[in-house]
């Protein structure tokens, strides 16, 4: 079954705990602390796979969870490194925020795409000790993994892409064309997913076609079955826009393709745009006037016509070397920049508990809603330092030190981030 949209829940692995621990061992004298560090969470990763070509694994399964670091121990071992979670996915993938829609990867090189971070280890108590703290009996937790719904979707990775209406010929010219073997039939929506193909010329060159699903008027409102796969054709660099030219069902073929060419323009404004070539079939239906006339139109359009007949390879290599031609024109296949998590202001920050604990002169916060506005804060910049400082003051944390006695050069540590305390 080809599945090209899931939504599954996503969780990185929470960090490990620092160690409390002493040195002791015999005729060493004051040997001591000696905690390590707690491990660091997985990550969550997706991998492109291209021997997988549809999002079926995740139909069923929608809960992953990557594995959380390991505690520190004694002798300053530090704890193991939590798993990474790799979840492969088809090549051309896009993680979405399924809540806000942000686009988190794209999934389409071999590079593999970090879409959450592992929760760091927390620091063992050799870390806090000082000449005044020699004994320090506490050490950080590690911070809890975050965790997100994603929305998964496939955009096929294709340089020609073919549209047109039900039964006009994209089964036949792609199966006469490459080695994809799709359904064919005198019937409408013979094709019900998308099929790709690759297309082999001379001196070693090639390229990727794409069969879409026919299209229909509405489609993009969701009539017929093409409106599931109009984000296929968004990647392609090139149109293929086959008609039947003898109007063999009773519709117009001018009419098909302003239709078409409709359709593509409301479901994405910038398909209008696409070079686009378009090819007339079943030329052996009609007689050379009509062929003439459907190309006078089309030409007059700016685009080229090429009136082929499918079945028997008539017109078709004048076509590809076409295609080849335009393709070298033409930039990669398209990729997705992903989105920067956007800061909130800190009046719409929804606030919860704050807990804060004491141990000495430090004053360590927990507050898990304050964990994921850290998550959007770069530290080596000062103007979101300047933010992070606000949203302390105006979501009361600042109130909240206070209140538990904070003086001014007291230590603030908030899970991973440490500062002095100064009115």
Same mark, same amino acid.
């Given at each position: ?15 490990? &705990?620092? /160690?409390?621990?002493?040195?002791? =061992?015999? #005729?060493? &004298? ?29 139909? #069923? ?37 399924a809540e806000t829609g942000r686009l988190l990867a794209d999934v389409s090189g071999d590079e593999p795409q970090v879409v959450l971070q592992g929760g760091r280890g927390g620091w063992g108590n050799v ?12 050490? !950080? ?13 496939? !955009? ?13 010929? !994209? ?35 090639? @390229? ?39 109007g063999s069902e009773g519709r117009d073929p001018k009419e098909d393709f302003r239709i078409i060419n409709e359709e593509l323009r409301k479901f994405n404004p910038e398909l209008a745009e696409r070079p ?15 062929? /003439?006339? @459907? ?9 080229? @016509? ?18 080849? =031609? ?20 800190? =009046? ?10 004491? =141990? ?21 910049? #000062?103007?979101?330092?300047?933010? @992070? ?14 209140? /538990? ?9 908030? #899970? ?8």
């Amino acid at each position: 079954m080809f599945i090209d949209s899931a939504k599954i829940h996503v969780k990185a692995g929470s960090g490990g &705990a620092g /160690a409390v621990s002493f040195r002791r =061992e015999k #005729y060493v &004298a004051a040997g001591g602390p000696d905690g390590g560090d707690g491990g660091r969470g997985g990550n969550v990763v997706f991998q492109a796979d291209d021997n997988i070509s549809t999002l079926s694994d995740y139909r #069923y399964r929608r809960k992953f969870a990557a594995q959380n670091g390991e505690a520190g121990r004694g002798k300053k071992c530090f704890g193991r490194k939590g798993d990474d979670l790799i979840l492969r996915v088809p090549r051309g993938t896009l993680v979405k925020d399924a809540e806000t829609g942000r686009l988190l990867a794209d999934v389409s090189g071999d590079e593999p795409q970090v879409v959450l971070q592992g929760g760091r280890g927390g620091w063992g108590n050799v870390h806090f000790a000082t000449p005044t703290r020699q004994v320090p009996r506490f050490a !950080k937790p590690g911070t809890p993994g975050m965790e997100l719904d994603v929305q998964l979707e496939l !955009k096929l990775l294709a340089d020609v892409g073919l549209v047109g209406f039900p039964n006009v010929g !994209k089964s036949t010219f792609i199966s006469v064309v490459s080695e994809a073997k799709p359904n064919i039939a005198n019937y409408h929506f013979t094709t019900l997913t998308p099929v790709l193909g690759v297309v082999h010329m001379s001196e070693g060159r090639s @390229f990727v076609m794409a069969d879409i699903p026919g299209l229909v008027e509405g489609a993009w409102q969701g009539v017929g079955l093409g409106h599931q796969f109009l984000r296929h054709v968004e990647r392609c660099r090139l149109l293929l826009h086959i008609v039947d030219v003898s109007g063999s069902e009773g519709r117009d073929p001018k009419e098909d393709f302003r239709i078409i060419n409709e359709e593509l323009r409301k479901f994405n404004p910038e398909l209008a745009e696409r070079p686009m070539l378009v090819a007339g079939n079943k030329c052996d239906l009609t007689d050379e006037e009509h062929v /003439a006339d @459907f190309q006078k139109f089309v030409e007059e359009q700016g685009y080229s @016509f090429f009136p082929i007949m499918a079945p028997i390879r008539e017109g078709v290599d004048p076509l590809l070397n076409k295609i080849t =031609e335009e393709l070298s024109k033409l930039p990669p296949i398209r990729s997705y920049e992903p989105e920067p998590a956007p800061l909130a202001k800190p =009046e719409e920050i929804p606030r919860g508990e704050v807990k804060i604990t004491q =141990e000495g002169d430090i004053f360590m916060v927990e507050a898990p809603w304050l964990l994921q506005v850290m998550q959007s804060v770069n530290f080596d910049d #000062y103007e979101s330092l300047q933010y @992070f400082q606000r949203v302390l003051i105006e979501t009361g944390v600042i109130d909240h030190l206070r209140e /538990a006695g904070v003086q001014e050069g007291n230590t603030v540590s908030i #899970y991973d981030v440490q500062f002095d305390f100064i009115e």
